[in-house]
């Protein structure tokens, strides 16, 4: 295994990838206030684990996140919760973060830990932070969300929280959950699937498209609230409790995603996520304050918020009800990535998921993930231009032109082994890391790494964020330890 090589990329990566610092200000998304829009406009969320932040201590330790967030467009994060001992001191920082802020948040009661008889406690947590200065109100009631949740008691929830809750809770209408007594529905499937929790199958192929489509139809006009993801990809062998592995497909999802917005104007549209690192889908830095639930091997070194760069004109075009980001593009801007191998690579001999692990709940698969073939060996690359230029993409020593209009397009190239570089528009620079011909800390790693020309600031996890990178690995370093 040549770690001390990878070592090398992932310290080059965390240089070239970012083009947003821990708080640098951007430009303004947004047509109109948030005051105006919490009444009938659009509003974008984001989903952010409390669950990976235990470890804060101060209010201070949610300001960058928050900073980041508005300066990128987003109104309010939605903070998923469980009943650990910690949640109500993070929750008490990240309110006090956000109105220091100028941000909002709610709560998403997370029924991984929450049960369906619980109604009247999840009504009373929404009346203990209903009244915080920071707290995301709609149509004058009080914010409140889930993940899952069927069967819970809408009117136990409304009744124990005083009655002023707007309600989005993320049920399920294809499983004949009733909407009938919510004023929103939260769909979480931002992926193509199966039908059942994993990737698209041949004959069983459910598109995001399909589930905008259930919901709005049982919402019967209520407002909807919309999903958008980038990736999903979790790796999770025998080391931890809570072991899966499985992947969605991503390639141009956030690109297609973000446009499918633009077409349908939901009132409400939720990034999934802001830090699940496990899944893969984090959108915001790798730098904020968090611990390690097992998830540094596959996302040392891979930053991703570059792909918050590329939402930023589609979010500003959807809050003002604009089916084209073109007009919204400030800057020419190119943004890419990719996987840090090819899928046909083998590492059965080091990967950790090739012992046998609890399978209780049928997420666990050995060796790559399951739904790894639906995912194509491609570098994906998104420009951002003012005006039309051509890009040239050169990938393992391989030269390609395409000729990119004005406004906000996709291309792909073929992965190789080896540097990539781009150039268009007078921008030039290569990736911050290169496509391996081995098995990153021994693992089948199926997270995206992203960037951005111009390069930006640094990312990298912090010590805390990489405390358990060595658990379960079959190579002696990995990540910081090689140095």
Same mark, same amino acid.
């Given at each position: 295994?040549?770690?001390?090589?990878?070592?090398r990329?992932?310290a080059?990566?965390a240089?070239?990838?970012?083009?947003?610092?821990l708080s640098?200000?951007?430009?303004?998304?947004?047509?109109?206030s948030l005051?105006?829009?919490?009444?009938?406009?659009?509003?974008v969320f984001c989903h952010?684990m @409390?669950? &990976?932040?235990?470890n804060r201590g101060?209010?201070?330790?949610f #300001?960058a996140?928050m $900073?980041?967030a508005k300066?990128?467009?987003i109104d309010a994060? /939605?903070l998923?919760?469980g009943?650990d001992p910690?949640t *109500?001191?993070?929750?008490?920082?990240?309110?006090?973060?956000a109105?220091?802020? #100028?941000?909002k948040?709610?709560i998403?009661? *997370?029924?991984n830990?929450?049960?369906?008889d619980?109604g009247? =406690?999840v009504? =009373?947590?929404i009346q203990k932070y209903?009244?915080k200065p920071?707290?995301?109100?709609?149509?004058? $009631?009080?914010?409140?969300s889930s993940?899952?949740?069927?069967?819970?008691d809408?009117?136990a929830?409304?009744?124990?929280?005083?009655?002023?809750?707007?309600w989005?809770?993320?049920f %399920?209408?294809?499983?004949?959950?009733?909407?009938g007594?919510?004023d929103?529905?939260?769909?979480?499937?931002?992926?193509?699937s199966?039908g059942n929790n +994993?990737?698209?199958?041949?004959?069983?192929n459910?598109?995001?498209e399909?589930g905008? /489509?259930?919901?709005?139809?049982?919402l019967?006009?209520?407002?909807?609230?919309?999903?958008?993801s980038?990736?999903?990809?979790t %790796?999770?062998?025998?080391?931890?409790?809570?072991? +899966?592995?499985w992947?969605?497909?991503?390639?141009?999802?956030?690109?297609?995603r973000?446009? =499918? @917005? !633009?077409? !349908?104007?939901p009132r409400?549209v939720?990034?999934?996520?802001?830090? *699940?690192y496990?899944e893969s %889908?984090?959108?915001?830095?790798l730098?904020?304050?968090h611990?390690?639930d097992g998830?540094?091997k596959?996302?040392?070194g891979?930053?991703h918020n570059?792909?918050?760069?590329m939402?930023?004109p589609?979010?500003?075009?959807y809050?003002?009800?604009s089916g084209?980001?073109?007009?919204? @593009?400030?800057e020419?801007? !190119?943004v890419?990535?990719?996987?840090?191998?090819?899928s046909?690579?083998n590492c #059965?001999a080091?990967?950790?998921?090739m012992g046998d692990?609890?399978?209780?709940t049928?997420n666990y698969?050995k060796g790559?993930?399951?739904?790894?073939?639906t995912l194509?060996d491609k570098?994906?690359?998104?420009?951002?231009?003012k005006?039309?230029g051509?890009?040239e993409?050169?990938v393992?020593?391989?030269?390609?032109?395409f000729?990119?209009?004005?406004g906000?397009? $996709?291309f792909?190239v073929d992965?190789?082994p080896?540097? &990539?570089?781009f150039k268009v528009n007078?921008?030039?620079?290569?990736?911050?890391?290169?496509i391996? #011909?081995h098995?990153?800390?021994?693992?089948?790693n199926?997270?995206?790494?992203?960037?951005?020309?111009p390069?930006g600031?640094p990312?990298e996890l912090?010590?805390a964020?990489y405390?358990n990178i060595m658990?379960?690995l $079959?190579v002696?370093?990995?990540g910081?330890?090689?140095?």
């Open positions: 295994m040549r770690i001390q090589s990878l070592l990329l992932y080059t990566a240089l070239a990838a970012s083009s947003s610092a640098v200000p951007r430009s303004s998304s947004g047509s109109s005051e105006a829009r919490q009444n009938g406009g659009p509003l952010f @409390i669950g &990976i932040v235990g101060s209010a201070a330790d #300001d996140d $900073k980041n300066a990128a467009g994060f /939605a998923n919760i009943v910690y *109500d001191q993070q929750l008490e920082y990240a309110y006090e973060s109105a220091n802020n #100028d941000m948040v709610f998403s009661f *997370d029924f830990w929450y049960h369906a619980q009247t =406690q009504g =009373q947590m209903g009244s920071a707290q995301l109100l709609v149509d004058g $009631k009080i914010f409140a993940f899952s949740g069927d069967g819970v809408s009117n929830v409304r009744s124990a929280a005083g009655g002023n809750v707007f989005a809770p993320n %399920h209408p294809q499983q004949g959950t009733n909407l007594d919510v929103s529905a939260f769909n979480w499937m931002a992926w193509p199966d +994993k990737a698209p199958k041949p004959g069983s459910v598109t995001v399909d905008d /489509a259930t919901y709005t139809s049982a019967a006009g209520k407002p909807y609230l919309a999903p958008v980038p990736w999903f990809s %790796h999770f062998g025998a080391e931890v409790p809570y072991s +899966k592995n992947v969605f497909p991503g390639d141009f999802l956030w690109f297609d973000w446009t =499918q @917005i !633009l077409q !349908l104007k409400f939720e990034i999934i996520t802001w830090n *699940d496990g %889908h984090y959108v915001g830095r730098d904020s304050p611990g390690d998830n540094s596959w996302t040392y891979m930053p570059g792909w918050l760069d939402a930023e589609f979010i500003a075009a809050k003002q009800g084209d980001a073109a007009s919204h @593009i400030a020419d801007k !190119l890419y990535w990719f996987r840090p191998t090819l046909s690579i #059965d080091t990967d950790t998921t692990a609890d399978n209780s049928g698969f790559r993930p399951d739904g790894y073939q194509q570098v994906f690359i998104v420009t951002l231009l005006e039309a051509t890009l993409v050169t393992g020593g391989n030269t390609q032109t000729q990119a209009a004005a906000a397009n $996709k792909s992965m190789a080896g540097p &990539i570089s007078g921008l030039s620079g290569d990736a911050g890391m290169q391996l #011909d098995c990153p800390c021994g693992i089948y199926f997270n995206a790494y992203v960037g951005t020309i390069a600031v990312d912090q010590p964020g405390s658990s379960g $079959k002696s370093t990995c910081p330890t090689g140095n």
